[in-house]
């Protein structure tokens, strides 16, 4: 039988201004709805690990257990590796996987993480039966993804509406589900898993500190990374209404009163014996 592959792409690409979102996500503010799961003894998988600042967080919750960090992309494991051997930690590793075949036994391990992963998959609910598949019994399953329909922000922008229409056109064009926060509990089910605790937290921006970094980064990312190729290539959007939304971005982060939020859905699995 032919090794199932991904038929969706990565949107955002691995651009400088995606790495800086990438490497600002820690376990309190992106996995907290796990945490209190967690066990010093327990095996981690992490998958879709990126630069690995969550994986280092969650090494560091079990001590005398393991984390591996896994991803699509070769060329983010190299800084994952070295985020882990800046912070001590000997207790981690990290290959190159996709999530539709893993390479690993049936009931590997204690706990299998993913973060922001589903909605850039080909196949969710192949990947969710993959993750049971090397979860032990009496093991969790964890998963949190973003809602781009229901992100919010203050005030009205029609070049942020403009913005939002894009990406989630750009996203379904590459494979993917941009609104899979909200289809996490039905994917899991359609899975085969019975034991779901759906959830949903927020990030949210507003100091003029948060405004100017989530603004910059996005709208950096509108004009210069692989999603904004993708976005030309694919008859999305033009250059010049690139610079458009790029500008809108910027603009929204100048507002003393802008507010953003990012809604997340969340399910917490355990597959019991």
């Known amino acids: 039988m032919p090794k199932p592959q991904e ?3 990565y949107t955002h690409g691995h651009h400088a201004s995606v790495l800086r979102s990438h ?3 820690t376990a309190a503010n992106s996995a907290a709805y796990l945490l209190g799961s967690l066990k010093p003894h327990m ?3 992490d998958i879709g690990c990126g ?3 969550i994986t280092a967080d969650l ?3 079990v001590p005398d257990g393991h984390v591996t960090g896994v991803d699509r992309a070769p060329e983010v494991l190299d800084p994952a590796r070295a985020t882990a051997a800046e912070r001590g930690l000997t207790n981690v590793d990290f290959a190159v996987a996709d999530v539709h075949a893993l390479d690993y036994p049936d009931d590997t391990f204690c706990v299998v993480h993913a973060h922001q992963v589903l909605q850039h998959v ?3 609910v192949r990947a969710l039966r993959e993750m049971r598949r090397v979860t032990k019994p009496n093991g969790f399953i964890a998963v949190r993804d973003s809602d781009y329909a229901a992100m919010t922000w203050y005030p009205a922008s029609p070049g942020m509406d403009d913005w939002l229409d894009l990406y989630r056109r750009v996203a379904r064009a590459n494979g993917g589900e941009p609104d899979a926060g909200r289809r996490l509990k039905s994917w899991a089910l359609q899975a085969g898993l019975t ?3 759906a959830t949903s937290s927020t990030w949210t921006f507003s100091t003029a500190a948060e405004r100017a970094w989530w603004s910059g980064l996005w709208a950096e990312r509108t004009v210069a990374s692989a999603y ?3 976005a030309v290539e694919g008859g999305h959007a033009t250059a010049q209404q690139l610079r458009a939304v790029s500008e809108a971005w910027r603009e929204w982060g100048r507002r003393e009163d802008g507010w953003f939020s990012v809604l997340h859905g969340e399910i917490l699995c355990r597959e019991r014996s």
């Open 51 to 53: 630069p690995g600042t």
């Open 59 to 61: 090494a560091e919750l």
């Open 7 to 9: 038929t969706a792409v």
């Open 23 to 25: 490497t600002w996500r």
């Open 122 to 124: 080909g196949d969710p």
């Open 228 to 230: 904004a190729r993708r």
């Open 195 to 197: 034991d779901v605790t």
């Open 43 to 45: 095996k981690i998988l």
